[in-house]
């Protein structure tokens, strides 16, 4: 059964191009006939096969519509080459619904609940661009063959949009993973005097929680020395708040040759402490992944379901400084080898892409 994943990305996303190149690898891995395609302005620096850049005007409304409209063309002029096309679901995306009349093969792919995230966003427009959701899901989601998700509670959110479809709907689970080749492993020995924190996010949006943990390291009188390093953009008030403590290093958003150097000289990462804040309980993010595979520990205020409750790299607790170094130092005799090849058994992609090409082809036979 030959597959595409194809995805579109309008404002450049390490994240994705990572995902997108590693799922490239797991394919060759694993002998499959799947294929990858990311579109993308030339401006990107990066340069991968699977990269298909095309030139964007300097005009913002003219550029949005240009990468849309090409990439649902391309989409339609090359599906019949599959058995079905993956389609990252781009929310919001009112031209990717009027396309999607005439899609016949497509399966959207969804990495998290789109509408509380808009309705949660702290950005002007916020109310209209979750009207054009509203309308984009309604339509779209009567036109897919299925979704793909990356975690059970997407995937109930995402059945509870779909209207009627009375083709057979596939309805398939697709968790973020590795390849082999991911990461950079630190030599050495990473313990110091002072315990250094990673948190990473292209934006801390609300749900990263990022205020509820600067709250928690403006209020420690421990004597415990620690930094806490901060990769992505913050808004006006945690930036703030950052500035006037003397622990935290804010560097903006950086690209990730940039954060898996940093990631060697740290000894364990954060990731999202506030999800409840887009109705979520439970996630499977890249970013996680991309922690384990640089061989550090991860604490994090949300369940992650690509892990047993015992697996002891990834820990769910409050945002609370306190608990984060104690976390630290229960994991400091740990190598960052020993990390990643535990991590691994439960995220290699090679593994996960052949689940989903069996589960697609058992599906779509019924």
């Given at each position: 059964m030959k597959i595409m994943h194809a995805a579109m990305?309008?404002?450049?996303?390490?994240?994705?191009?990572?995902?997108m190149r590693w799922e490239v690898e797991a394919a060759e891995l694993a002998s499959l006939p799947h294929q990858v395609m990311l579109f993308c302005s030339d401006q990107v620096k990066e340069d991968f096969p699977?990269?298909?850049?095309?030139?964007?005007?300097?005009?913002?409304?003219?550029?949005?519509?240009?990468?849309?409209?090409?990439?649902?063309?391309?989409?339609l002029n090359n599906s019949a080459d599959y058995d079905f096309v993956l389609l990252r679901y781009s929310a919001s995306n009112v031209i990717q619904a009027l396309f999607s009349f005439a899609w016949k093969n497509i399966l959207t792919v969804h990495h998290t609940k789109e509408g509380p995230e808009i309705n949660q966003a702290e950005r002007r427009g916020a109310k209209f661009l979750s009207f054009l959701e509203w309308i984009n899901s309604s339509i779209v989601l009567s036109n897919v063959r299925g979704i793909v998700s990356v975690t059970e509670e997407i995937s109930?959110?995402?059945?509870?949009?779909?209207?009627?479809?009375?083709?057979?709907?596939?309805?398939?689970?697709?968790?973020?993973?590795?390849?082999?080749?991911?990461?950079?492993?630190?030599?050495?020995?990473?313990?110091?005097?002072?315990?250094?924190?990673l948190f990473v996010a292209s934006d801390f949006s609300p749900w990263q929680g990022l205020d509820l943990l600067l709250k928690s390291v403006r209020d420690y009188q421990g004597s415990v020395l620690f930094t806490l390093h901060l990769v992505g953009s913050l808004d006006v008030k945690d930036k703030l708040?950052?500035?006037?403590?003397?622990?935290?290093?804010?560097?903006g958003r950086r690209e990730s040759n940039f954060i898996d150097l940093l990631s060697a000289s740290c000894s364990i990462a954060l990731s999202s402490f506030a999800l409840f804040r887009k109705g979520m309980d439970s996630a499977c993010t890249l970013k996680v992944r991309e922690y384990l595979s640089n061989g550090l520990?991860?604490?994090?205020?949300?369940?992650?379901?690509?892990?047993?409750?015992?697996?002891?790299?990834?820990?769910?607790?409050?945002?609370?400084?306190?608990?984060?170094?104690?976390?630290s130092n229960e994991v400091s005799d740990s190598?960052?080898?020993?990390?990643?090849n535990k991590a691994s058994i439960y995220m290699e992609k090679s593994?996960?892409?052949?689940?989903?090409?069996?589960?697609?082809?058992?599906?779509?036979?019924?």
């Open positions: 990305m309008a404002n450049f996303c390490p994240g994705v191009v990572q995902q699977f990269l298909k850049k095309i030139h964007l005007p300097k005009n913002k409304i003219l550029a949005y519509l240009k990468i849309r409209i090409q990439f649902q063309i391309w989409v109930r959110y995402e059945r509870l949009r779909i209207r009627a479809n009375e083709r057979a709907f596939l309805d398939v689970l697709y968790p973020n993973g590795w390849s082999g080749s991911a990461g950079r492993l630190p030599v050495g020995n990473k313990k110091t005097d002072t315990i250094q924190i708040v950052a500035e006037a403590d003397e622990r935290v290093v804010m560097y520990p991860v604490y994090s205020g949300h369940r992650d379901v690509g892990f047993p409750l015992d697996f002891p790299f990834y820990r769910q607790g409050e945002p609370d400084i306190e608990k984060i170094i104690q976390y190598t960052p080898v020993e990390v990643k593994i996960l892409l052949s689940r989903l090409h069996k589960e697609i082809e058992a599906a779509s036979s019924k």
